[in-house]
């Protein structure tokens, strides 16, 4: 009998991740990281305040430039077939830290008439998680504070519960752009702020309604050993359902103490190829200048193959097709080409189909408009556009 109650565990787990959501028994042959799927950087933020816009510009020209998009609502997003969100947020345990940002009076000495609406951030908020770009000049939010974020997409998951697994890609925000003094200094986050952090993303979802590293892991000793072993769930499995990743290794140490191997955690970390905790992982270096120029397509070749190598052994990559306005600007889709071939699972962009660039219209998306496509590098033979629908 004790060897039973050994085996019923790691039976139980197993049934899990092959188990079928309803009605779409065709993908449960495909894995979550079998596919491609396109998402959004920054996918909470608005644009930023034409008088804040106009004041960096004299500050840092390169800095405005980068900070020149915009996103639409989350539910429009989820709409468009944005399969993966990135939200910035901010620790708060006085609830009023970044209340008052102090951009306004920066632009009043520069002779500017600041723009009314520079904050989403309100002292009423209480203490939850703030949510924006940077402190004190970039905080507007289309959602605010993170659990109106969180039960904004709970609601668009709710009405479609047959979706694709949805990635929720979380930065922990802790430094400023500056080290001037000027700007507001975040709060840091300890592991008690991580626990909190669990806490609300459980109370929101639930725990049934989330992919976590325990379901990954499953009865292998590390996530490690996991995907590259057992791989990860199957994609019917995942149907329905979120995966939290965080967006900087800077986590790491302080949200796996006392969780080795993220025994326990709700979020994965953005590990480090061969540790325990590593199953996801960010490949966003390696993409250098445009086209036509000898030492980017070397720099590009390299960043190919690395990620390449990183998704044939398990890995769940995420990659940006383009960052701080430069490719929209120059009309440039090497590196959205190289993001496609790479086989990274999930490619973000500030410019999905439906939100193109002011700049010739750059975009960034599937050929044929799909959400999503088998994985070039992973999917086997059977996987079909069926399966990687919604």
Request: glycine share 8%; hydrophobic share 35%.
């Amino acid at each position: 009998m004790k060897t039973v109650s050994r085996i019923m565990p790691a039976v139980a787990v197993l049934l899990a991740l092959s188990a079928p959501h309803a009605g779409l028994a065709s993908d449960e042959a495909v894995k979550m990281n079998q596919i491609q799927i396109i998402g959004t950087h920054n996918s909470y933020r608005r644009s930023i305040a034409p008088s804040t816009l106009a004041w960096l510009k004299g500050q840092s020209p390169q800095m405005a430039e980068a900070l020149d998009y915009k996103h639409g609502t989350i539910p429009a997003q989820l709409d468009g077939g944005v399969r993966q969100l990135e939200i910035d947020i901010y620790a708060d345990r006085t609830g009023r830290r970044y209340a008052s940002p102090r951009g306004a009076e920066w632009q009043k000495k520069a002779g500017l008439t600041p723009d009314k609406d520079q904050s989403d951030v309100t002292d009423a908020q209480g203490t939850d998680f703030k949510v924006m770009h940077i402190v004190d000049i970039d905080q507007r939010s289309n959602c605010e504070p993170l659990r109106n974020c969180l039960m904004v997409i709970k609601a668009w998951s709710d009405a479609h519960p047959n979706h694709l697994p949805l990635y929720i890609d979380i930065e922990t925000k802790q430094d400023v752009p500056f080290e001037n003094g000027a700007f507001t200094r975040p709060e840091q986050f300890t592991p008690a702020t991580y626990d909190r952090l669990d806490a609300e993303l459980l109370s929101v979802f639930g725990r049934e309604r989330i992919v976590t590293p325990d379901d990954v892991r499953g009865s292998c000793a590390t996530l490690n050993e996991a995907i590259r072993t057992r791989g990860w769930p199957t994609l019917a499995y995942g149907r329905g359902k979120v995966v939290f990743t965080f967006d900087r290794p800077h986590d790491t140490a302080r949200y796996l103490l006392g969780h080795p191997a993220l025994r326990g955690r709700v979020v994965f970390t953005n590990g480090q190829p061969g540790a325990p905790d590593a199953a996801y992982t960010e490949a966003n270096e390696g993409f250098v200048g445009h086209a036509g120029n000898g030492s980017t397509e070397v720099n590009n070749a390299t960043a190919l193959r690395q990620i390449q190598d990183l998704v044939k052994e398990g890995y769940l990559v995420r990659t940006r097709s383009d960052a701080n306005t430069v490719e929209a600007r120059q009309n440039d889709t090497t590196r959205r080409d190289v993001a496609f071939q790479s086989g990274a699972q999930i490619i973000s962009t500030d410019y999905p189909s439906f939100e193109p660039a002011p700049w010739h219209d750059f975009t960034v998306s599937f050929p044929g408009g799909v959400i999503a496509r088998c994985n070039p590098v992973t999917a086997p033979a059977s996987c079909s556009a069926a399966d990687v629908s919604e």
